[in-house]
C-alpha cells in the first residue's frame, strides 16, 4: 500500500517561493506517474502538475506554467514541487497523488 506525506507549506508573500516535498512509501514506483494537485477553498480539486518516475517527462497546468517545477530524487523516493513568483490564486492545500492513493495535503497561503 503506497503512503504519502507532503510537507513544505507555508505562508509566503506575492512574489515568494516554496518548495514542496512528497515523500512516497510502501512499494516499487518506477513504472508511476506522481501528481500534484491543489484544492482551493469553496473550489474543486485541479490538477498542478506531474512527473514520470522514470525518464522524468513532466507536465504543468496552463496556470502554473513558466513558475513552478516539478522534480524527483528516485534515491529517496520523493517528489518536489518547486514554486515561484507566487500568487495569491495559488492559496489552496497542495496534494501529492500516486497510485490512486494521497497524501494528507499541505497548506499554501499566498498574501498579496
Known amino acids: 500500500q503506497v503512503q504519502l506525506v507532503e510537507s513544505g507549506g507555508g505562508l509566503v508573500q506575492a512574489g515568494g517561493s516554496l518548495r514542496l516535498s512528497c515523500a512516497a512509501s510502501?512499494?516499487?514506483?518506477?513504472?508511476?506517474?506522481m501528481r500534484w494537485f491543489r484544492q482551493a477553498p469553496g473550489k474543486e480539486r485541479e490538477f498542478v502538475a506531474a512527473?514520470?518516475?522514470?525518464?522524468?517527462?513532466?507536465n504543468y497546468a496552463d496556470s502554473v506554467k513558466g513558475r513552478f517545477t516539478i522534480s524527483r530524487d528516485n534515491a529517496k523516493n520523493t517528489v518536489y514541487l518547486q514554486m515561484n513568483s507566487l500568487k495569491p490564486e495559488d492559496t489552496a492545500v497542495y496534494y501529492c497523488?500516486?497510485?490512486?492513493?494521497w497524501g494528507q495535503g499541505t497548506q499554501v497561503t499566498v498574501s498579496s
Open positions: 512527473i514520470m518516475w522514470s525518464g522524468g517527462i513532466t
Open positions: 497523488n500516486l497510485m490512486g492513493a
Open positions: 510502501g512499494q516499487t514506483f518506477s513504472t508511476y506517474v
